[in-house]
């Protein structure tokens, strides 16, 4: 499969606890995005990235938010201190350069 | 500020009618992109079209057909012959110009088709 992956699909955490979401993207695709989506709404953007550079970031992303994609390849997303109100979907996507971009299936955090 | 608007929460339409899902939208710069995308049950967002703001133009693509109305600020999207497979969210979005893909997306239309 050639589509973009992400990983785990679920994860349900404690609040307070850190939690890490992993993103591979379509392999020759060299921007990358992060998008939460909560439930009845739309998806957000967070981030999003060209090759390793982050190049912008949304308000949303809190200080408590992190994003990476070190060699410019799969990306990750953490959440520290998690709160109940980071329970959401969050969608990574990858694209070349400026054209459509492509979604992953997500993944799911819980946080009880 | 970028705002798109999907008036249409819920949509449910016999297999084979027609359905339009709209979508009206605001923007300040003059030159920008829109996208639909449909989100199945399994939560994957599926890429249907991407229009620039310079090409109002229709676009027929199979059972789907889109209009672009830079006028009303519109960019509708219609299904022929409704299948069950088409339920699901449908999403309209903009993003500027740069189409760095940051999008802004729409709250959704949910559209079941009953068989």
């Known amino acids: 499969d050639t589509g973009v992956s992400q990983n785990p699909r679920h994860k349900i955490t404690k609040r307070g606890q850190n939690v890490t979401f992993r993103c591979d993207p379509i392999?020759?695709?060299?921007?990358l995005y992060w998008y939460r989506q909560t439930l009845g709404q739309g998806p957000e953007f967070l981030t999003y990235f060209q090759n390793e550079a982050q190049l912008e970031k949304s308000r949303l992303l809190s200080d408590r938010f992190s994003a990476e994609r070190p060699k410019g390849s799969f990306s990750t997303l953490e959440i520290q201190r998690t709160e109940q109100g980071d329970s959401a979907m969050y969608l990574c996507?990858?694209?070349?350069?400026?054209?459509?971009?492509?979604f992953g299936q997500g993944t799911r955090l819980t946080v009880v | 500020a970028q705002k798109v608007t999907q008036a249409q929460t819920e949509i449910s339409v016999v297999e084979k009618e027609d359905v339009t899902l709209d979508c009206v939208y605001e923007?300040?710069?003059?030159?920008?992109?829109l996208f639909w995308y449909k989100q199945p049950p399994s939560g994957e967002l599926v890429f249907l079209i991407r229009r620039n703001s310079f090409d109002e133009q229709n676009e027929i693509s199979g059972r789907y057909s889109w209009n672009f109305q830079k006028s009303t600020s519109s960019f509708n999207f219609t299904i022929t012959a409704s299948q069950v497979v088409d339920s699901a969210v449908y999403f309209c979005a903009l993003s500027h110009w740069t189409g760095a893909n940051n999008l802004f997306f729409g709250t959704g239309t949910r559209l079941t088709v009953i068989p």
């Open positions: 392999s020759e695709h060299n921007r």
């Open positions: 996507a990858s694209s070349l350069q400026a054209s459509e971009a492509f």
């Open positions: 923007t300040r710069d003059t030159t920008y992109y």
